[in-house]
């Protein structure tokens, strides 16, 4: 398996709505992250996640909660979302170690907020 | 964090050959190299990580020099299948990895 999946593919929320972002893979990799993509631009990195432990926070706002239950599953749990929050996210992993291949994205989650 | 990216935009005729280049005013841990087709994930090219190293996949590759903090990524002969937006990808340490603004290249017949 090969492939880093992501539910759901498309997701409308309001502003005082909860959901939550999924993210699963299976190639064993140890380093799980979240990218928020919006149109025409780079991916930009949010979250990283090393041996399941949070090890780097962009300066996201609290609205975006992450979560790693274990070393398949990453999560993405969102609250009182604002409109500019819409976007591509994207979920990635790879090995923390150095000369490791680079990072498989999943195809990623948009979002509207409304 | 950021790397800077040129050019934003390529056209080709298929068969031609494009640069694409990357630069950081960090020290780089090393430099990925990804291409996006619309509407889909980024799809992982080659990774560098020692001065002067290069690589190759099919007609596409990339060369990193350490010293001045600078890829390029070399497409030859070029196919309908290689349009798309290519980024550039460095990491200042391991784990983070900062994608540059992107550039869009269109292949036609």
């Known amino acids: 398996d090969t492939e880093v999946t992501q539910t759901p593919k498309h997701l409308v929320m309001g502003m005082t709505n909860k959901k939550s972002l999924k993210c699963e893979q299976h190639m064993g990799h140890r380093a799980m992250y979240w990218y928020k993509q919006k149109a025409k631009k780079p991916p930009e990195l949010m979250f990283v996640?090393?041996?399941?432990?949070?090890?780097i926070n962009e300066s996201v706002p609290s609205r975006f909660s992450p979560e790693c239950p274990n070393s398949s599953l990453l999560n993405l749990h969102l609250h009182a979302l604002q409109p500019e929050d819409s976007a591509l996210y994207l979920c990635?992993?790879?090995?923390?170690?150095?000369?490791?291949?680079?990072?498989?994205f999943g195809s990623g989650t948009r979002l509207t907020v409304v | 964090q950021q790397p800077v990216q040129s050019p934003q935009a390529v056209i080709l005729r298929e068969g031609e050959d494009a640069v694409i280049n990357c630069s950081s005013s960090?020290?780089?841990?090393?430099v990925h190299w990804y291409r996006q087709k619309h509407g889909e994930a980024p799809v992982f090219l080659m990774i560098?990580?020692?001065?002067?190293e290069q690589k190759g996949h099919d007609k596409i590759s990339a060369s990193f020099n350490e010293k001045k903090q600078q890829s390029s990524l070399y497409l030859t002969a070029s196919q309908l299948s290689y349009s798309g937006t290519y980024f550039c990808g460095t990491e200042p340490g391991l784990g983070r990895l900062y994608f540059g603004r992107g550039t869009q290249l269109t292949v036609w017949p």
């Open positions: 960090k020290a780089l841990y090393s």
């Open positions: 560098l990580l020692k001065g002067g």
């Open positions: 990635a992993s790879s090995q923390p170690i150095q000369g490791a291949r680079g990072y498989t």
């Open positions: 996640y090393s041996y399941e432990k949070l090890s």
